[in-house]
């Protein structure tokens, strides 16, 4: 009894407050850290990604870009901290992931239309509904080239686009792309960049993009999200409000223009830091 | 399983194997690119006459080249040559088919538990470089000189090859492919199967290709050290016995040709399974 009278006194640090992101938040990031071979990479993070909007992560070499996304789809464990999406956790809800590398992110042992359609399959989906849902997106990728074929037979920007049609599959809520045009030359990254803006137009899926060009990092964007170096924070969020489609013209807008240039000036700004 | 589906071929050139990819070349050259591989086995063999012809060896150390031939095809079509062939090659087919069946799921499973994999590597590891021949008198022990004997032994060092390279190819499969499967909400049994079962075949593949001439080499050496009647390895050493050696060297080449032979079946069969390798 008197043990318990006199015991020491614990006090628990009081868990911050959950605090909700603006009206048309989707993904609610908060106290997020991740330590990297002992230093942090992020410490206590925080940030609110909109719901159908295009956000593009841009910021110094080695600052965690890839990282961030990586974490946000649950590829990399996170030391601290609470991702939600809608209020849910990742488990409960569904997300497509582009990888950089599509050589190594396609089966090369199914044909790819077997790819894109594999997600439906660990749904368990009828073969009546993966025919329906390959359809469709056949139709709206406009696809040119044979999906009979293995991987490994289509050229590095047919890959990518059916590993793009592979994370969209399932209709997914959020679609990551860790830079996804950086392994294909000009014309692939062209013709792949506008299909996006294409099924980003159809779906409003939101979608989360890594780049380290700036100019598609804005050409897409409805948000840049510009980091520090490390250990790392938000820089700035800007805005880019300029209408969809936006095309070869809008690279010779002012307001595109400006985008970049303050982009640019931020960036370098917490280069030199 | 087919390299092309027949949907893709009708529209376009199927795929053919990496091999016959470098065809367009001038027709000059591709002439003699054919008959180079022909080239030293036909030097090999002048060399070899000219040694016997010039009497650097005697004849009754080596055979002219045509004699040993002459052998080798006469006791293939029928000879007593043919029923010592067949039979190591049953008993090879043998060894090697317990070491497939028992090693590859072994290896798979050992490979995608890795704590499991690095409790029993060094016992692995350890036998695998331990030479199988060195073993063959604990073989006598267990199995004493019968058939079964050179069969087990045989498929001892060949199922330790199988488990090594099916265990490293689960261990080493491409990680973003498995972070692709999971990314999409696979489980990990799904993983395990639609993934790093696959991921593995190709280095399995190298595994049963060495393992199936770890086989043959047990096999022979079973063969003319284990009290047997039968076998190339028994024939080798028979004739030596009695300096036939036209027969010897018949036999020999008979060993040589069918261990040659295997391997290239092996590589023909993996160019058609695991035919996403190397692209």
Redesign the interface.
């Known amino acids: 009894m008197n043990a318990v009278l006199n015991a020491p006194v614990f006090a628990d640090v009081p868990a911050p407050v959950f605090q909700p992101g603006p009206a048309g938040t989707h993904i609610t990031i908060r106290g997020l850290t991740k330590y990297f071979a002992g230093w942090p990479l992020y410490e206590n993070f925080d940030l609110d990604i909109p719901k159908h909007k295009i956000v593009s992560v841009f910021g110094p070499n080695g600052c965690g870009k890839s990282t961030l996304i990586n974490m946000i789809?649950?590829?990399v464990p996170i030391d601290s901290g609470e991702i939600l999406f809608d209020g849910k956790s990742l488990k409960d809800t569904?997300?497509g992931?582009v990888?950089q590398?599509y050589r190594?992110?396609?089966?090369?042992?199914m044909?790819t239309i077997d790819n894109i359609a594999?997600?439906l399959k660990?749904?368990g989906k009828s073969k009546a509904e993966v025919d329906r849902r390959m359809a469709e997106l056949v139709a709206s990728f406009d696809v040119k080239f044979?999906l009979?074929?293995?991987p490994?037979?289509l050229s590095g920007g047919q890959q990518q686009t059916a590993s793009i049609m592979?994370a969209l599959a399932?209709n997914p809520e959020v679609l990551f792309l860790d830079e996804p045009f950086s392994a294909l030359d000009f014309e692939m990254t062209l013709f792949i960049r506008e299909k996006l803006q294409e099924v980003f137009m159809q779906t409003g899926t939101t979608m989360m993009l890594v780049s380290h060009d700036l100019e598609e990092a804005v050409y897409l964007a409805d948000q840049v999200l510009l980091l520090t170096k490390r250990p790392t924070k938000v820089a700035e969020i800007l805005p880019y409000d300029d209408p969809r489609p936006r095309t070869t013209a809008t690279l010779s807008e002012a307001s595109f223009i400006d985008a970049k240039k303050r982009s640019l000036e931020i960036f370098q700004r917490e280069v030199r830091r | 399983m087919e390299a092309t589906s027949p949907l893709a071929a009708e529209t376009t050139k199927p795929w053919s194997p990496p091999a016959s990819a470098g065809a367009p070349t001038p027709p000059k050259k591709t002439d003699w690119a054919k008959a180079l591989p022909f080239v030293g086995p036909v030097v090999l063999f002048i060399i070899w006459d000219l040694v016997v012809r010039l009497g650097f060896i005697k004849p009754i150390l080596l055979p002219p080249p045509i004699d040993a031939l002459g052998a080798l095809i006469g006791g293939l079509a029928g000879g007593p040559l043919m029923m010592d062939f067949v039979v190591t090659v049953w008993r090879t087919v043998q060894a090697f088919l317990i070491a497939a069946v028992l090693g590859m799921p072994l290896g798979v499973l050992l490979g995608s538990n890795e704590k499991a994999y690095r409790s029993v590597e060094f016992l692995i590891d350890f036998f695998r470089s331990t030479p199988s021949s060195a073993l063959i008198p604990l073989f006598l022990m267990i199995f004493g000189v019968s058939d079964i004997n050179k069969v087990a032994i045989a498929a001892f060092g060949a199922l330790l090859i199988v488990v090594f390279n099916s265990a490293y190819g689960v261990i080493n499969a491409r990680k973003q492919r498995v972070m692709a499967a999971k990314v999409m909400g696979a489980t990990r049994w799904q993983v395990f199967k639609d993934v790093l079962i696959w991921e593995s075949l190709q280095p399995s593949f190298v595994g049963l290709r060495s393992a199936v001439s770890m086989a043959l080499v047990i096999v022979i050496v079973a063969e003319m050290f284990i009290g047997a009647d039968s076998g190339l390895g028994n024939r080798i050493i028979n004739s030596q016995q009695v300096m036939n050696v036209k027969d010897m060297y018949a036999s020999i080449l008979a060993a040589g040709a069918l261990g040659y032979a295997l391997n290239v079946l092996f590589l023909l069969i993996e160019r058609k399974i695991v035919h996403w390798s190397g692209r």
Do not use: H, Q, S, V
Request: proline share 11%.
């Open positions: 789809a649950g590829l569904k997300i992931y990888f590398n190594e992110a396609m089966f090369p042992w044909r594999y997600p660990l749904e044979d009979n074929r293995y490994y037979e592979r399932p």
